[in-house]
Structure formats: C-alpha cells, structure tokens
C-alpha cells in the first residue's frame, strides 16, 4: 500500500512538470471581443513576450476578486515590461458586454475576450475558473494556477519579471 501510494505522488508529481513549460497550439482558436470582433488566439500571445490569460466568470466572486488583484499587482509591478492581460470569460453573447463593461471599470488596460462555447477552455482542459495561464511569445505555457489564492497576483507577477530576465539572458548568449 505504502509502495503505491508513492508511485501514484510521483506519478502526479511528473504530471504536474511535464504540464510546466510546453508549447500549446492554439491556431485557429478564435474568441471575441464585445462588439463581436473575432481573435486568433496564437496571433494575440505573439504580440507580446508574455501573455497573463484569466478564465473567469463574472457572476463568481473569487473570479472577481483574482480579476481586480492580477490587474492592480500588474499595473504596480509590471511597468514598462513587454505583457498582456487577457481575460477570457466563458459566457453568451449576450453577457458579453456585462462582463466588457466590468473589465473595463476594473481592469481598463486588460484586454477582454468570450469563449462563448468553452472550446478553448476544454482544449486546455480548465475544469474550475478562476484559472490563470502564462504564455510567451511561442505559445508556450509557462505555468498555470486554478482557483484562487491569497497572494496569487504577487507570485504570478514574479513569475512574470523572472520569465523575461531568462528570456533577455538567452537573447544575449551567442
């Protein structure tokens, strides 16, 4: 019993790794904006170095609540960095200007999207929202945290600074 229940943790333990730092294919996922306008996904992560994707819901208070703190730590701390915040709320077409409109009142730098039918979401198999995912450049995950925790925003944004001093770092080697 012992000898199986460590199997099973390090089975778990290099699922979790393995799910650290791998490129995802997210061509032809396409979202919308509030006024109906279509995104590709893979062409908005290659628009900055760093992509900060929340899965949210506007009718779930710790979504909110991960929502407004993401926003503030990343305005505080993140000046001047090459980096998005995307939201993305799976939801109808007619929520979708709610939730434009909760953003933008809460988030107003954050850039907005619905996964009107949860394809993308089931894609990257999100179970619970809230759920946040890093991306850079590549359309590579960098790391993912599900639901909310106290101090998230802090070590998601160091996340953030350490990702990019390793990307300048292997920019600068020959």
């Not at 819901?57 to 000046?79: F, H, I, P, R, V």
């Not at 007619?94 to 394809?119: H, I, T």
Request: with cysteine.
């Amino acid at each position: 019993m012992k000898r199986l229940v460590i199997l099973l943790a390090g089975l778990f333990a290099m699922a979790l790794l393995s799910a650290q730092e791998r490129k995802m294919d997210l061509s032809g996922f396409l979202l919308r904006d509030a006024n109906g306008k279509q995104h590709e996904m893979s062409v908005l992560l290659k628009s900055h170095k760093l992509s900060l994707l929340v899965f949210w819901k506007l009718d779930d208070g710790k979504s909110c609540t991960l929502l407004n703190e993401l926003y503030e730590a990343a305005t505080e701390t993140l000046q001047g960095i090459d980096f998005q915040l995307i939201t993305i709320a799976e939801t109808s077409a007619s929520m979708a200007q709610l939730e434009q409109n909760y953003v933008l009142a809460n988030a107003p730098e954050a850039f907005c999207l619905s996964d009107v039918n949860g394809d993308l979401r089931r894609h990257l198999a999100i179970t619970e929202l809230p759920y946040t995912l890093l991306f850079d450049s590549n359309s590579r995950l960098i790391c993912s945290q599900r639901g909310y925790c106290v101090d998230a925003s802090d070590q998601l944004c160091d996340k953030v600074r350490s990702c990019l001093i390793k990307m300048d770092q292997a920019s600068i080697k020959p």
